[in-house]
């Protein structure tokens, strides 16, 4: 079982940064990948980025790459987000999630995290 609470959520200007941070709890943190994720209303929900167990490995969406950064500290269990050049349609709930199942099905959410860009 993994626990897994989101923090850093807000509002903030367009062109602004957030940092978003997800703790976990239980099963090993080292031993799983982690990902965000966002859903805007009345949209899907979509892949953000993730990261490797060991941070060795990363992948962003399109629609994020080259502003926002994951990173995760083992020996926190904990990983970030960081958020820059924020626009208006980033707005949405960002969700972390574990795959424990070591083949990207994300099997473990947290409650998410609101993040509002006005423009």
């Known amino acids: 079982q993994v626990q897994l609470v989101e923090s850093g959520g807000g509002l903030v200007q367009a062109g602004g940064s957030l940092r978003l941070s997800c703790a976990a709890s239980g099963r090993t943190f080292s031993s799983y990948a982690m990902g965000w994720f966002r859903q805007a209303p009345g949209k899907d929900r979509e892949l953000v980025a993730t990261i490797n167990w060991s941070a060795s490995n990363t992948y962003y969406a399109d629609s994020v790459k080259g502003r926002f950064t994951i990173s995760r500290d083992n020996a926190k269990n904990t990983v970030y987000l960081q958020m820059n050049s924020l626009k208006p349609e980033d707005t949405a709930v960002y969700y972390c999630?574990?795959?424990?199942?070591?083949?990207?099905?994300?099997?473990?959410w947290g409650q998410g995290t609101q993040v509002t860009v006005s423009s």
């Open positions: 999630a574990a795959d424990t199942t070591g083949w990207a099905r994300y099997n473990y």
